[in-house]
């Protein structure tokens, strides 16, 4: 309970900002139902950042729904996540005009559920990838004592060094008995867990079965349902099961499919129970395919068998440098040209109908027509062929 002192001890210390004067507003980069994001330029580091200003009376409302629980701000919660997964907030405050802002890292990129659109050639190389970033962050969550309650593409960012991002908790809570209780009932429709459609109990569990929902629709371009927008529609959830995601790529790897099913069970208890048992499967058959795009594409075998280990030419005998440069000491001795005599000896000696190429007679002979051994070239034990 300790990490919950600072916020609850006392109100939080909000400075007022007047972010026009704060901040260059060089363009709008989103847009959600609680806020507004541009691309800034904060004048007092001078950093390329997003600037996230919350809806007033939605924030407020969003807010009421947990009266007497003191819910933290998103400000207050997003400053403390260090993670690599989760977008950097670097300060959060309130605008001359009473609205909640945050300041963040600005991310070069797409937003997940563009790709998962796309399903372009990003898409198909590193789902598996992204998805296993995604769920470290969740993982990260967990382990600091929040539930995210609102796991969905369009939360979720990749920038262009392939790194994904979360970047959205307006609807974060604690994993504390009060938070959890019955009847509160947030978050993106299509992507609730069961029980929280049903107005019981919560856990972080939800996460879990919102993360299955999401690697799901990362693979697959659509949802283990039919698309809902409606509460109503989606009690499907709760009265038919999901479509096998083996139906719909009948070449996915078998403990994949198991494990994506397995987070998306009805009951919490049929479900993974943690996050961190959902990613063995997933970095298992990750590592499995890394091994073998490495065993199909080894080094070249003539390249191996040139060099040692070490990636280094081997060195010549003593035995061996001598006898090459004794065949180059004979090559350079060798007369500048052939007599005629010579030529006729050579022509005497080849099959009948075999044809010469021997140059015009008074044209200059080089020195010798046999070239030196080559040595083979080491190759880059790094390089991939």
Same mark, same amino acid.
């Given at each position: ?282 970095? /298992?058959?990750?590592? %499995?395919? #890394?091994? $073998?795009?490495? &065993?199909?594409? !080894?080094?070249?075998?003539?390249? +191996? ?58 044209? /200059?002979?080089?020195? %010798?027509? #046999?070239? $030196?051994?080559? &040595?083979?070239? !080491?190759?880059?034990?790094?390089? +991939?062929?």
């Amino acid at each position: 309970m300790n990490f919950l002192k600072r916020f609850f001890s006392k109100e939080s210390r909000l400075p007022r900002v007047n972010i026009k004067q704060r901040f260059e507003l060089i363009g709008r980069v989103g847009q959600g139902s609680m806020s507004k994001v541009w691309r800034a330029r904060d004048l007092n580091s001078g950093r390329t950042v997003a600037l996230k200003v919350l809806h007033k009376q939605k924030t407020e409302e969003l807010e009421a729904r947990f009266v007497g629980l003191n819910k933290p701000k998103e400000g207050d919660i997003a400053v403390q996540f260090q993670h690599p997964h989760i977008v950097k907030t670097f300060e959060h405050g309130l605008t001359s005009d009473g609205e909640q802002f945050l300041v963040m890292e600005f991310i070069e990129g797409y937003s997940l559920s563009f790709l998962v659109e796309a399903q372009n050639e990003d898409m198909r190389t590193n789902c598996l990838k992204y998805m296993i970033q995604l769920g470290e962050a969740i993982q990260y969550f967990h382990k600091e004592n929040w539930i995210h309650r609102d796991i969905c593409p369009r939360n979720i960012m990749v920038n262009n060094e392939q790194q994904l991002k979360l970047i959205d908790f307006g609807l974060v809570v604690p994993n504390t008995p009060p938070f959890l209780q019955p009847g509160n009932r947030t978050g993106t429709a299509a992507y609730m867990a069961p029980e929280l459609i049903k107005r019981q109990k919560t856990s972080q569990q939800i996460d879990i079965f919102s993360y299955a929902v999401t690697c799901y629709e990362m693979l697959t371009k659509r949802l283990p349902w039919k698309s809902a927008e409606t509460m109503e529609a989606v009690l499907q959830h709760i009265n038919s099961p999901p479509k096998p995601i083996q139906e719909l790529l009948p070449g996915i790897n078998p403990q994949l499919a198991d494990a994506i099913m397995k987070g998306l069970e009805l009951y919490p208890q049929d479900r993974w129970q943690t996050i961190d048992q959902m990613l063995v499967p997933f970095k /298992e058959v990750y590592q %499995s395919q #890394k091994t $073998a795009v490495a &065993q199909q594409n !080894p080094a070249s075998s003539e390249s +191996s068998s040139a060099r040692p280990a070490s990636g280094k030419p081997e060195k010549q005998s003593s035995r061996e440098k001598s006898d090459s440069n004794s065949k180059r000491a004979r090559s350079s001795q060798k007369p500048a040209g052939k007599t005629n005599e010579q030529r006729l000896r050579r022509r005497k000696r080849k099959p009948p109908g075999e044809a010469t190429a021997e140059p015009p007679e008074n044209q /200059e002979q080089p020195a %010798s027509r #046999k070239k $030196a051994p080559s &040595q083979p070239k !080491p190759g880059n034990p790094d390089e +991939s062929h």
